[in-house]
Nanobody, 123 residues
Framework: QVQLVESGGGLVQAGGSLRLSCAAS????????MGWFRQAPGKEREFVAA????????YYADAAKGRFTISRDNTKNTVYLQMSSLEPEDTAVYYC????????????????WGQGTPVTVSS
């Protein structure tokens, strides 16, 4: 089993910044793709960003391009989501996920999921 634990969520004013963390434990992630998703109340969970653990190649949803940056720290087995210029529309519970397949992960079918960390952006 793999455990993913998110942290860093909270309340932030519009235009502000926030960095989310996802700590992974239990197995090696050298061949995995890790990603961030978000789900607002009453809405479907949507893809935000992903990163290939071994190469560092990144992928972003259109809504995240230019504002969000995904990165990872190999020594800490942690993936980050740096969010800037936050808007009320970014309010959601943010989840991290991991899978061997980018396509499966982006289809919201990742094998491993964290518990989520809530982000609220006030206007």
């Amino acid at each position: 089993q793999v455990q993913l634990v998110e942290s860093g969520g909270g309340l932030v004013q519009a235009g502000g910044s926030l960095r989310l963390s996802c700590a992974a434990s239990g197995r090696t992630f050298v061949a995995y793709v890790m990603g961030w998703f978000r789900q607002a109340p009453g809405k479907e969970r949507e893809f935000v960003a992903a990163i290939r653990w071994n190469s560092g190649t990144t992928y972003y949803a259109d809504a995240a391009k230019g504002r969000f940056t995904i990165s990872r720290d190999n020594t800490k087995n942690t993936v980050y989501l740096q969010m800037s210029s936050l808007e009320p529309e970014d309010t959601a519970v943010y989840y991290c996920a991991a899978d061997l397949s980018l396509e499966r992960l982006r289809a919201r079918l990742a094998t491993y999921w964290g518990q989520g960390t809530p982000v609220t952006v006030s206007s």
